[in-house]
């Protein structure tokens, strides 16, 4: 199982930017993904959650702001990411998990086993 994150970018505050993240390597339909990210000496939090039929799960700073969805037949997950701010800046990750169940999972690091190498985001006020 392999997870790829399309690159990052550096963007003004109110901007938008999507990232993407390729997953190789799974079963098609057993798998959770989730959008994480970490900021410079801050602990790895969850962004949003999405389960293997679609339900979703976002932090409470990203709320109405983000939106996390996945394309199955290209086997992509991303984040749109709107009305960016400057405490969005983190190097964001790509990560999932086999699971059956239909709801979207914790916002837990635990929860994933697989991830991705990480994007940057830097967003100037």
């Known amino acids: 199982e392999q997870l790829v994150e399309s690159a990052g970018g550096s963007v003004q505050a109110g901007s938008s930017l999507r990232l993407s993240c390729l997953a190789s390597?799974?079963?098609?339909?057993?798998?959770?993904m989730a959008w994480f990210r970490q900021a410079p000496e801050k602990q790895r939090e969850g962004v949003a959650t999405i389960s293997r039929i679609g339900d979703t799960r976002y932090a409470d700073s990203v709320k109405g702001r983000f939106s996390i969805s996945k394309d199955n037949a290209k086997n992509t997950l991303y984040l749109q990411m709107n009305n960016l701010k400057p405490e969005d800046t983190a190097m964001y990750y790509c990560?999932?998990?086999?699971?059956?169940?239909?709801?979207?999972?914790?916002?837990?690091?635990?929860?994933?086993?697989?991830w991705g190498q990480g994007t940057q985001v830097t967003v100037s006020s």
């Open positions: 990560a999932a998990g086999y699971g059956s169940s239909g709801m979207a999972p914790s916002l837990s690091v635990p929860t994933f086993p697989y």
């Open positions: 390597g799974f079963t098609y339909g057993t798998y959770y």
